[in-house]
């Protein structure tokens, strides 16, 4: 595994079907992979009609994308109707171009919960770096990226849609989890009249043993990426976990 990666988001508009949108994004997957980028993460249910049967037929051209540049791709969470019901998940294109697994949702929000099954899994990939995968809410409950970041993983990839009057405290959620866990996120949205953008990088830097959070947001459509070097947070996760003590 390289020790330095480069990770993006790419922040999506409302496109007029599904093919219009993954034309426009591939142009923009094409770009990110020519500069380099290793992992590349879409929003959650930014396509017109986000329920797709078989990933790899579906994003046929974001597979040979990534296959092309030997890019990791998340191209966001949608809804999927398994053998075991239907379920909200993240497929990961991996850089051979085929899908390497799926990450579940594993905290349906709101009306959703009547729709699908709830994921029971936080799981870890491995391409470039090791990473995880949280989807949207389940940001908003702390378990699921410190089991994440317990697990191995170095950088968390986090597919959301978030409505405009959520952005704030979404992005406190993101820079919290970077936080806690001493691991830093790229966290994509989709960009609307009712969705709110600004997708987020959060980096982390550290002052006189003080934690920083450094962050970077997106405007509109459009790629946003970081370089990030992987060891520089294995002393400060370490640290932060070894201080952890069990309490009743």
């Known amino acids: 595994m390289a020790t330095t990666i480069k990770a993006g988001i790419i922040q999506t508009r409302e496109y007029r ?8 994004v591939s142009r923009i997957l094409e770009d990110l992979g020519e500069k ?3 992992i590349v993460c879409l929003p959650e249910q930014w396509l017109k009609d986000n329920t797709v049967e078989n990933y790899e037929e579906y994003f046929t051209d974001f597979c040979n994308i990534a296959k092309e ?3 990791t791709i998340i191209p966001g969470a949608f809804y999927e109707r398994t ?3 239907n379920v909200i ?3 990961v294109i991996g850089p051979k171009g085929i899908v390497i697994g799926k990450q579940e949702k594993i905290h349906p929000f709101d009306y959703e919960q009547t729709l699908v099954e709830s994921g029971t899994e936080a799981k870890i990939f491995e391409t470039s770096c090791k990473f995880g995968i ?7 409950f702390p378990r699921v990226a410190n089991i994440l970041a317990r697990k191995g993983a170095q950088i968390l990839i986090s597919p959301s849609r978030i409505v405009r009057r959520g952005i704030s405290p979404w992005h406190m959620y993101v820079q919290v989890r970077a936080l806690e866990n001493r691991t830093p996120i790229i966290a994509a949205n989709v960009s609307s009249k009712r969705y709110g953008g600004n ?3 959060v980096d982390l830097i550290e002052n006189d043993k003080v ?4 962050i970077e947001q997106i405007k509109e459509e459009n790629a946003l990426y970081r370089e990030f070097e992987l060891e520089k947070y294995d002393p400060m996760r370490m640290k932060r976990f070894s201080d952890a003590r069990e309490f009743t």
Do not use: E, H, R
């Open 17 to 24: 079907d599904n093919q219009d949108g993954i034309y426009k």
């Open 199 to 201: 997708g987020i990088i």
């Open 89 to 91: 998940s993240a497929p």
């Open 211 to 214: 934690i920083l959070p450094d």
């Open 134 to 140: 949280v989807i949207c809410y389940d940001m908003v």
């Open 36 to 38: 380099g980028v290793n």
């Open 69 to 71: 540049f030997s890019m």
């Open 83 to 85: 053998k075991q019901g």
